[in-house]
């Protein structure tokens, strides 16, 4: 996934604010999902976003093993959840504007 963002000079979404969380949920459903990856992945005993942002924010709606299920998904009617990487949803890639 992050490859895929990687290519496009990008990477997961992360979320720092609940207006951002919007943003990113109202976009996941006018692409007709309910569900979407984030940047956001557990590693050593604590979340981290994939493009080093600090981890400010918390919108969990459930939260599963994070040992088990270390990656981190939105949800477009609740907060986010997180899964197995492996599992196959589609992906937000999120560019910074002062790259470009």
């Known amino acids: 996934m992050d ?3 990687n290519s496009l000079g990008a990477h ?3 979320v720092s604010s609940p207006r951002e969380y919007s943003f990113l949920q109202q976009m996941t459903k006018t ?3 309910s569900t979407a990856w984030l940047g956001g992945f557990y590693l050593q005993g604590r979340w981290l976003w994939i493009n080093n942002e600090g981890f400010y924010y ?8 994070s040992v088990s299920y270390p990656c981190m998904f939105l949800r477009t009617t609740y907060g986010w959840g997180n899964s197995q990487c492996t599992s196959a ?3 937000i890639c999120s560019k910074s504007p002062f790259s470009c």
């Not at 918390?58 to 093993?65: D, E, G, I, P, V």
């Open 31 to 33: 692409a007709g999902q």
């Open 12 to 14: 997961l979404a992360s």
């Open 89 to 91: 949803l589609r992906f």
């Open 3 to 5: 490859d895929h963002c």
């Open 58 to 65: 918390s919108n969990w709606y459930s939260q599963s093993s």
